[in-house]
């Protein structure tokens, strides 16, 4: 299987920014682990107008993050892996597996309990951190394997879109709401007359944002809504998804992403931070992530193989997709995301404080498992089946 110039400029793209990630989440527990941990973590809850610096971030720079998720998935839709429903389905089905099993394993803990409102935690894939690891394999990973991969992440960043715009919404103002759509409708509008121009687009966005954020749905999801009403063409290098999709890349991967990471992960460690992994959320959450993952994953695409909805690539095992699905449980970006919007209304607001810590702190070690997991089954199968390979000639 060939690999198109745009999915290897993506994945080129995603493998870099994995590792920057890295570094400045090191850096960012490292600085809230120091002398200046006060002013640190002070600097980031620093008021901008009505809002904190992390939130301007979180509520405003993550749209653009998911406005190029959305124009990757409109792209992968017309012209990639799910244009064709027959080679879409496996990475379908394993991204449906990834998020059922994981959210039920943590529902299982946590059911009733101040936390079961984290179920859609470990329902997320960080896929800059997978494709990043996945990088590390080098020319040994069969093209098929990272296309599953990239497809499968990205269906599972749409399925935490809806998680968030379904189970984190609380109240809705519907006239802002109105407002938003109304805008939406308009874009769509110069989409059919073929108007290709990205201003009028770019600032109708703007604007969308704006009343989605004073509507009460999670404002990043305009960006998703933008993206399916930007032009997409013939999808070649001179369409506007094409041009803002390459736009993009490096901003989100080098500047959006790592200020995320770094505002986020500027967690306090005490000397009893271990006390909160014994906790049913931080249990759920890194269950959900190191095994469910890999279960749901391998599962979902086992089952929908036997059942001939699709078929396995010639070139992949079973084996091969589990260690995917172990890469899967990294969530690192959308889960901190998701763990934000599922313990800010938690009372008192000290208590929530604790409980998103300690969700993170979960997250970061699950994600840390998963990734060596993966990296290493992989490694040692990818390996094998070469030198098998090599004595069948």
Excluded at 328 to 353: C, D, H, R, W
């Amino acid at each position: 299987m060939k690999l198109t110039k745009t999915f290897k400029a993506f994945f080129k793209s995603e493998k870099s920014g994995g590792l920057l990630l890295l570094f400045v989440t090191l850096l960012s527990l490292f600085l809230a682990n120091s002398s200046i941990q006060t002013d640190y973590i002070a600097f980031w809850k620093t008021p901008l107008g009505h809002h904190s610096i992390t939130d301007w971030i979180n509520d405003g720079l993550m749209a653009i993050f998911f406005l190029m998720i959305g124009l990757e998935l409109e792209r992968e839709m017309y012209d990639g892996e799910l244009a064709n429903i027959k080679n879409a389905a496996l990475p379908i089905f394993g991204a449906l597996g990834g998020m059922v099993v994981p959210a039920g394993i943590f529902l299982a803990l946590n059911f009733g309990t101040i936390t079961q409102n984290g179920a859609g935690i470990p329902m997320a894939t960080d896929i800059a951190f997978a494709i990043g690891i996945l990088s590390l394999l080098g020319n040994r990973v069969p093209a098929s394997l990272k296309i599953f991969l990239t497809a499968l992440a990205v269906i599972d960043d749409l399925g935490a879109i809806i998680v968030i715009a379904v189970f984190y919404t609380n109240s809705i103002a519907f006239l802002n709401l109105i407002y938003a759509l109304a805008i939406w409708g308009f874009l769509f509008l110069l989409n059919r007359r073929k108007v290709h121009n990205l201003i009028p687009y770019l600032l109708g966005g703007i604007g969308m944002w704006y009343f989605m954020l004073n509507s009460g749905i999670h404002a990043t999801i305009t960006g998703v809504i933008l993206a399916f009403v930007i032009p997409f063409g013939d999808g070649g290098p001179q369409t506007s998804s094409y041009r803002l999709q390459h736009f993009l890349h490096k901003p989100v991967a080098f500047f959006i992403l790592p200020l995320f990471a770094i505002a986020n992960t500027g967690i306090p460690i005490s000397g009893d931070w271990h006390e909160g992994l014994s906790h049913t959320n931080s249990i759920g959450i890194i269950a959900g992530l190191v095994l469910g993952k890999p279960l749901g994953i391998w599962l979902f695409s086992f089952l929908a193989v036997t059942f001939g909805v699709c078929a396995l690539p010639k070139e992949l095992r079973w084996k091969d997709i589990v260690g995917a699905g172990m890469l899967g449980g990294i969530g690192f970006t959308m889960s901190i995301f998701i763990t934000l919007l599922a313990f800010k209304n938690v009372k008192p607001e000290a208590q929530a404080e604790e409980i998103i810590n300690y969700s993170k702190i979960a997250i970061l070690i699950a994600s840390f498992l998963a990734g060596t997991l993966g990296f290493i089954w992989l490694k040692i199968n990818l390996k094998a089946k070469k030198t098998k390979n090599k004595k069948a000639v």
